[in-house]
């Protein structure tokens, strides 16, 4: 990620499968999923995502995005296709924010570098850094009961920033949270991606939220999902709020409307 004083060496991408284009983040080919009750979620799904793109998934919920983000980071295994990914450094950001309670925010911003087993006193200033791009500088000694559920998405995100990661998979993360805050995380999201250009996968079934952040939406139909759409979001970053209300914005959620209602 960008240069913002957060420091660590870097291994050599290692991948899922081989690849004959080094440049893609994340590649998906021809995959499908089938659960051992036999349900099916996915269904020739096909996908690349290249260092500075922003990919939304939205789509009907049990569709299978999430399993789609589980597969990519190779939580999941596919039932059949093939994915390319750089998985020995992947920052992923789930529904919860999954911070441990017994830690405090810094400890549980460090945590992903105290398990690459980086030197105590760098981690410690790598996770400094990274509190301060999420505005959390001042709570690092507070423990995450003692914070909002903003707050706690803010954490989750810096404990990933720490690494670099070149590969942002986010599952949905913002949607617990009220409309204001949600907006602000949004912003903070918006920010972190246009300083450090990382590839990032978004999940989730806001149709607003979809075309704020990202430079595309993947439209997915009903389970077993299949991609309907890929559609490209051509609002120069940094974005602001304002840009919900412009009619080229409302132009292009409504598009994804329009397709979802056909998923």
Do not use: W
Not at 96 to 113: H, I, K, S, W
Not at 166 to 182: C, G, K, M, N, Q
Not at 232 to 261: C, M, N, S, W
Request: charged letters at 25%.
């Amino acid at each position: 990620m960008g240069d913002v004083g957060l420091e660590v060496t870097e291994r050599a991408p290692t991948l899922s499968g081989t690849d004959d284009t080094a440049d893609h983040q994340l590649v998906v080919r021809s995959v499908s999923h089938t659960f051992p009750d036999g349900t099916a979620v996915l269904r020739d799904v096909s996908l690349t995502v290249d260092r500075g793109e922003f990919v939304a998934l939205i789509g009907p919920s049990g569709c299978g995005k999430s399993t789609l983000l589980k597969i990519a980071a190779g939580l999941e295994k596919q039932t059949s296709g093939e994915v390319i990914c750089h998985r020995d450094n992947i920052g992923f950001v789930f529904q919860d924010a999954t911070l441990l309670p017994f830690r405090t925010v810094q400890g549980n911003v460090e945590l992903f570098a105290e398990l690459h087993k980086v030197p105590k006193a760098k981690r410690k200033e790598m996770a400094r850094a990274a509190l301060e791009m999420v505005g959390l500088q001042r709570f690092e000694d507070k423990y995450p009961k003692a914070l909002s559920g903003g707050m706690k998405m803010r954490a989750s995100l810096a404990r990933s920033l720490v690494l670099h990661p070149h590969l942002f998979l986010f599952d949905e993360p913002f949607a617990s949270v009220d409309e204001i805050t949600r907006a602000r995380l949004n912003d903070e999201v918006i920010k972190l991606f246009t300083s450090e250009q990382f590839a990032a996968v978004f999940v989730t079934h806001s149709i607003s939220e979809a075309c704020f952040l990202s430079s595309r939406v993947v439209v997915m139909s009903q389970r077993p999902a299949r991609i309907l759409a890929d559609i490209e979001i051509p609002f120069p970053y940094p974005r602001h709020q304002d840009l919900h209300y412009e009619t080229a914005f409302v132009d292009k959620a409504r598009q994804v409307a329009q397709l979802l209602g056909e998923a």
